[in-house]
């Protein structure tokens, strides 16, 4: 199965700075990436999805990059605001057919005014 | 928030009782998932179901068990409670997956679980 190593615990980046976090990932390369936003005390929400063949990704403020020779995925905010602090965490399929999902512990947030 | 709900939201419990926990989707999504999520463990996976009486393990599965025996309802059972499944746990469903789909996963809004 998939073993999924998220850069840092915890993260403090300036408003209006790039927040960058990284998703490294072992075995087997998968047919997607996927990242959530979780806020305390409430259930992940997914953010978005960038497929094995897609180097890149944007949603307005948010870009995913994709390096499957690295396996790792980055995962941008540009001009950060507080309110996305949260704690992000990636995903990948655990297995082949798609149907589970293997979490990283994830990494918090947090945007300084 | 996709249509899914979870009862109870807040549960404490004393070791070795039995404790079930419900998640109900109004999606019609044929895929449903129970995680635990624990500080430095992160989401894992316990079961998950594929259709109705359908079911499978995951990674933390031994002390639970499920039940769907309704395409919108997801029962997870723990048979005799212990202290270290002590967790947060989410119900999650998905509409896709398979090789060709990407499995977008949409969580209810936890149940908090104490054993004494």
């Known amino acids: 199965s998939q073993k999924i190593e998220q850069n840092s615990e915890a993260l403090n980046i300036q408003e209006g700075k790039t927040a960058t976090l990284t998703c490294n990932y072992t075995n087997y390369s ?8 979780q806020d305390p005390g409430r259930g992940p929400v997914f953010l ?4 094995e063949n897609e180097k890149e990704k944007r949603k307005e403020r948010l870009k ?7 396996k790792q995925s980055l995962f941008h905010i540009t001009a950060s605001q507080p309110a996305d602090s949260a704690t ?11 149907e589970k999902l293997t979490f990283g512990t994830g990494t918090r947030l947090t945007i300084i005014p | 928030d ?3 709900t979870q009862s109870p939201r807040h549960k404490v419990t004393e070791t070795g009782t039995p404790v079930t926990l419900r998640c109900h ?11 635990r999520q624990d500080p430095g463990h992160g989401l894992r996976l316990i079961h998950y179901s594929y259709g109705v009486k359908d079911t499978d393990k995951g990674e933390v599965s031994d002390g639970y068990s499920v039940s769907r025996s309704k395409t919108e309802d997801f029962l997870l059972t723990l ?3 212990t202290s270290s499944q002590t967790s947060v746990y989410f119900c999650a469903i998905s509409g896709t997956s398979g090789r060709f789909s990407y ?6 809004p936890g149940t908090r679980l104490t054993v004494l």
């Open chain 1, 48 to 51: 978005l999805l960038i497929r």
């Open chain 2, 2 to 4: 996709a249509g899914i």
């Open chain 2, 25 to 35: 989707q109004t999606e019609n999504h044929r895929y449903m998932y129970w995680y």
């Open chain 2, 103 to 108: 499995n977008e996963q949409f969580f209810g």
């Open chain 1, 88 to 98: 992000y965490l990636c995903a990948l399929p655990s297995n082949f057919g798609n």
């Open chain 1, 64 to 70: 995913v990059t994709f390096d499957t020779t690295l």
């Open chain 2, 79 to 81: 048979e005799s409670a």
């Open chain 1, 30 to 37: 998968p047919a997607y990436l996927q990242w959530y936003r």
